[in-house]
């Protein structure tokens, strides 16, 4: 079965990075479109970044552009999202997404707080 397995989530102070990984099983992950999403407190669930399968054509949030980096490693079947010049507001909980034979799935999330 599809299986989406986020990592490295924490806490940061403003202006520091972090990088998230997404482990990807049970699908052709090589082909699939990946995405990031977040959801912060009392908030609705954002898209953050996606990237696409082949040429790896990325496309991000205005929010984060500039800042954040997706990328994918075929061969290791994860995706990562690299944070920098992080921001209070970057706070939420972080989530991998892909699309699989028509479903949609979700990993658990990971939680990123950023805060002094």
């Known amino acids: 079965q599809v299986q989406l397995v986020e990592s490295g989530g924490g806490l940061v102070q403003p202006g520091g990075s972090l990088r998230l990984s997404c482990a990807a099983s049970?699908?052709?992950?090589?082909?699939?479109?990946m995405y990031w999403y977040r959801q912060a407190p009392g908030k609705e669930r954002e898209l953050v970044a996606s990237?696409?399968?082949?040429?790896?054509?990325?496309n991000y949030a205005d929010s984060v552009k500039g800042r954040f980096t997706i990328s994918r490693d075929n061969a290791k079947n994860t995706v990562y999202l690299q944070m920098n010049s992080l921001k209070p507001e970057d706070t939420a909980v972080y989530y991998c997404?892909?699309?699989?034979?028509?479903?949609?799935?979700w990993g658990q999330g990971t939680q990123v707080t950023v805060s002094s």
């Open positions: 990237i696409f399968s082949a040429a790896g054509r990325t």
């Open positions: 049970g699908f052709i992950f090589s082909t699939s479109f």
């Open positions: 997404y892909t699309l699989s034979r028509g479903t949609g799935y």
